[in-house]
Each structure stands twice: as structure tokens, then as C-alpha cells.
């Protein structure tokens, strides 16, 4: 059955306006006043924005990681997501030296298949560059819809890899049309550091920020930016926390490197001092990079409001506190890092930057969806509220109030990092592909219905459904 969203406010990344949505067969078939209701479902949004669904191109779901997994998989991780109001996420597919890609992406597909209650897409993680990896890559793109390849420069002995590694990555990414993403710290410095730190007796949590300062995350991305440019490659730098970071890429890009970069809600929010908690709780703020000196969130806030930075991403990788973080109680070295974000990703960007004045409602619908489908191969098919779109649709409710709590959280672990934040601004209903998701507040998703998205090459878009049927 066709439906009508009426009297709401249509956001989208350049245009706000009064608008009625129609949706038929999964995508967007009409905007408009006065849309015929006939044999329709009216969906009243008096009051509300209409958002395009939300993209979180960064997270990690049923994901192995410091002797223990995720807490959070593509069941869990994605209903808090739908909840949150994103429609999709880009989760990272792990692989294994020595092993196919194919084989790394056939387990992930087996972990999202059956559980994913919105749409979904993988990077593919670059751990070591042979030929065999590089015979694979081509049928990753072609074929599977992988368009983005991943590379830690941080995590000695566990993801890193070395620089030829991810200049092959980018030597090959040119030649394929795919987005290489890097986590830009330098781990060889920061092992030295941590060890020293360990052997010193200084093992509590704070100690995770103080041995990975700001220096080692500006200079491995400005090492990336310059190994970009010297491959004339495309660059995305994940999770940049602080000013040195966020200052590479700007001048990177002013000297013409196609590099763009992604924060995340927690270095624009919280900061290095959460790491002092006593009690052993500062081991809820430990990520890496890790949380910085307060005066870092005015630069990041002013990189998103000036496009330096283009997108905001969850970095969801949720660990217990009782069971999983405290695996680091007497060596903060042994923390799991991440944190739960998945769901509170909109909602904190909404509140912090649109309610506060900081950024725009259509910066704000451009850095939590259309940015991040731009640049990941899915728009306009998802990113934006147009006719042919798939009908990803966010209503959202500007006046609401609420406190964000492990108490209301639908993520599976027990904190939240931003416990007692007031936020503005909640979504209502969310709908993926015209289905209803989330309806007044409550979860009306089924898992598996969620679909993979093979996304298109970097820099091209692809409109992989014949919508013309179903246009007024
Ligand atoms: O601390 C973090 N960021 N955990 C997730 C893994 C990563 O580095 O993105
Ligand atoms: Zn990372
Ligand atoms: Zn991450």
C-alpha cells in the first residue's frame, strides 16, 4: 500500500521546504502538496522534519577485537541504529593475513544476513598487499559492491599494517574507483609509548590518552595525506579527534589531495579528563584515538561547519564495562577500545550543533547522511529525500527533550558513555525502504530484513532500480 507523509517539513543536505512524501514499492514516487490520498496510508508529520534516513559509514558490529567480540551485533547494533535514526550503516569486514578476502567477506555477510533490521554495506579491511590480495580486489569492487578499503595504521601486532601496505592500497584503489580509508595513528610510536608506560607502573586508564598524544594522529594522517597525493589516490581519514589531525587535512586539501574526514560524537562532546574517572569508570572513555583537551571541539566543530571535515560516524564498538573493559583493570593497555554510539549519533549532533547554533539543519542532514552517501557510493539512491530514492525517511520530532541513559538505550551494553545528557530532538518514526521501522517510538522492524547494499565506485552513482513504474 502507497503512503503519504503529510504536513511535515522536508530537510534535505540544500533545501528545506513543506512538502507531502509519497512512498510506493520501497521508494520515494512523489513530493509534493495536496498528493492524492486516495488508497493511501496517510502518515501525519505536522509539526516534524523529514530527514532522509541517516548513514553511519562507521561502524563495528559482531567484531573480534582485544580478546573479546563486540557486544553489539547486527541484530542489537542495528535496531539502536534504527532507533537513532540512521537507515544504513558501512560496517568494517575484518580479514586475516593469509586468508581470501572472499572467505572474510562470506563470515560477515553470515553475521548480518539473518539480523540486520536496516541496510548495510561493508569495507573491506587491507592488512597486507600481495598478489593474491590484489588478483581479489577487482571482483571485490566489480562484483560484491565493496567500493571502500580500510587500513590501520595503528594496532601493532593485531590490524596494522606498514606504509607499503597502504600505498599499494591506494596505488590499487586509483586503478579500481574505491574510497581507501585509514585510522591515522602512529602505532609503532604508540607501542613504544605504552610499554614504557606499562614498565613505569602507570597503568590506569588515563594512560591510554597520555601515551597516544595528539602528535602521533596528525602525523600519520598527514602521511597518508602525502602518501595520497603521491599516488593520486582518495583518501578518508576515520575518527579524527583533534586539531593536529584535522590540520593535515585541511592543508592537504588546499594543496588539491582528494582527502575528506569523518568525526564522531565523542570528541566533539567529551573529553581527555573522562579518562580520570576514578573508580576504574574512565575505562568507558577509552577509544583510539582517544578523547582529547577540551579546546579540540571547537576546531572539530569548525572543521564540520567549513566542510574540512564532511561526515560524522558512530565508531560503534561496544564493549560491556563489567566483563569486557575490565579485562584492562590492571593494564590499561588491555582495555578493549570503542564505545556505544550507534544510537545516539544523530540525536548528539542534532542537539550539540543544530539546537546550539553550531551548524545548520542541512549541514546537519548533509554530515549525518548525504556526505557519507556521496562519498560511499550510494546516493541518490539513499542520502537524500527525492523521487527515485529508496524511501528512507526519518520524521523527527524537534521538540522533545530527553536524557540519554543506559536506562532507554536499546544498544546490548551495559553504559552509556554520554549518561545524563540532555538532547534535544528524537526521531519518531523511521522507515526503511517505506517500511516502518520504528513507529511512534516503538520498534516494529524484523530482523533479516535489512538488505546488503553493493554500492557503486568511488566518484560514479548507479540507480540500480527501474523507479519509472511507479512516478506520477
Ligand atoms: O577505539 C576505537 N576507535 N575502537 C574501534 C576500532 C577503531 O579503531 O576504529
Ligand atoms: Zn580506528
Ligand atoms: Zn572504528
Redesign the pocket.
Known amino acids: 500500500m502507497k503512503k503519504i507523509i503529510k504536513n511535515g517539513t522536508i530537510v534535505t543536505a540544500t533545501d528545506t521546504y513543506r512538502a507531502d512524501v509519497c512512498i510506493e514499492n520501497g521508494v520515494i514516487s512523489g513530493i509534493g502538496m495536496n498528493l492524492s490520498e486516495v488508497d493511501a496510508e496517510v502518515v501525519d508529520a505536522t509539526g516534524k522534519y523529514v530527514f532522509p534516513g541517516g548513514i553511519d559509514p562507521?561502524t563495528?558490529l559482531d567484531?573480534p577485537?582485544g580478546g573479546t567480540v563486540t557486544r553489539d551485533d547486527f541484530e542489537t547494533g542495528t535496531k539502536a541504529a534504527a532507533f537513532g535514526g540512521t537507515t544504513t550503516i558501512i560496517d568494517?569486514c575484518l580479514t586475516k593475513k593469509g586468508e581470501s578476502l572472499s572467505s572474510s567477506l562470506a563470515e560477515w555477510h553470515r553475521k548480518s544476513k539473518e539480523k540486520a533490521v536496516i541496510d548495510y554495506g561493508f569495507h573491506l579491511q587491507i592488512v597486507e598487499m600481495n598478489d593474491k590480495v590484489l588478483n581479489e580486489l577487482p571482483e571485490m569492487v566489480e562484483k560484491e559492491g565493496i567500493t571502500s578499503f580500510k587500513v590501520?595504521m595503528?594496532?601493532k601486532n593485531q590490524?596494522q599494517a606498514d606504509d607499503e601496505t597502504l600505498f599499494r592500497t591506494l596505488v590499487a584503489a586509483k586503478e579500481l574507483k574505491a574510497l581507501v580509508m585509514v585510522?591515522a595513528e602512529n602505532g609503532d610510536v604508540i607501542d613504544y609509548l605504552v610499554k614504557k608506560a606499562i614498565n613505569e607502573g602507570k597503568t590506569e586508564p588515563i594512560y591510554h590518552a597520555l601515551t597516544r598524544p595528539p602528535e602521533v594522529e596528525g602525523e600519520a594522517t598527514g602521511r597518508a595525506a602525502t602518501l595520497t597525493g603521491l599516488a593520486d589516490s582518495q583518501l578518508y581519514v576515520?575518527?579524527v579527534s583533534c586539531a593536529e589531525a584535522a590540520r593535515k587535512i585541511a592543508e592537504a586539501r588546499n594543496n588539491g589531495i582528494n582527502i575528506w574526514g569523518e568525526t564522531?560524537p565523542q570528541y566533539l562532546v567529551l573529553d581527555q579528563t573522562y579518562l580520570e574517572k576514578p573508580n576504574f569508570e574512565g575505562a568507558k572513555y577509552?577509544?583510539?584515538?582517544p578523547l582529547r583537551e577540551k579546546w579540540n571541539q571547537d576546531i572539530l566543530w569548525n572543521a564540520i561547519k567549513t566542510g574540512q571535515l564532511q561526515t560524522i560516524g558512530s565508531?560503534q564498538?561496544s564493549f560491556d564495562f563489567v566483563g569486557q573493559k575490565d579485562l584492562g583493570k590492571d593494564d590499561f593497555s588491555k582495555i578493549?577500545?570503542?564505545?556505544p554510539l550507534i544510537e545516539d549519533r544523530v540525536s548528539i549532533l542534532y542537539s550539540e550543533g543544530v539546537a546550539k547554533g553550531r551548524i545548520s539543519l542541512n549541514q546537519f542532514v548533509d554530515i549525518t547522511s548525504t556526505a557519507a552517501a556521496k562519498l560511499f557510493g550510494l546516493y541518490p539512491k539513499k542520502g537524500t529525500i527525492a523521487v527515485g530514492a529508496d524511501a528512507d525517511i526519518v520524521i523527527f520530532d524537534p521538540t522533545i527533550e530527553r536524557t540519554i541513559s543506559v536506562k532507554n538505550h536499546h544498544m546490548a551494553v551495559d553504559y552509556n558513555p554520554f549518561e545524563g545528557l540532555q538532547v534535544t530532538g528524537e526521531p519518531v518514526s523511521v522507515l526503511s525502504r517505506g517500511e516502518f521501522v520504528i513507529r511512534n517510538h516503538q520498534f516494529v522492524g524484523k530482523p533479516g530484513v535489512g538488505e546488503f547494499v553493493k554500492r557503486a565506485k568511488f566518484g560514479e552513482r548507479k540507480v540500480d532500480k527501474d523507479v519509472s513504474a511507479t512516478l506520477h
Open positions: 562507521h563495528h567484531m577485537f568494517f590501520f595503528a594496532y590490524f585510522h576515520v575518527h564522531c577509552v577509544w583510539s584515538p565508531d564498538c578493549p577500545n570503542g564505545g
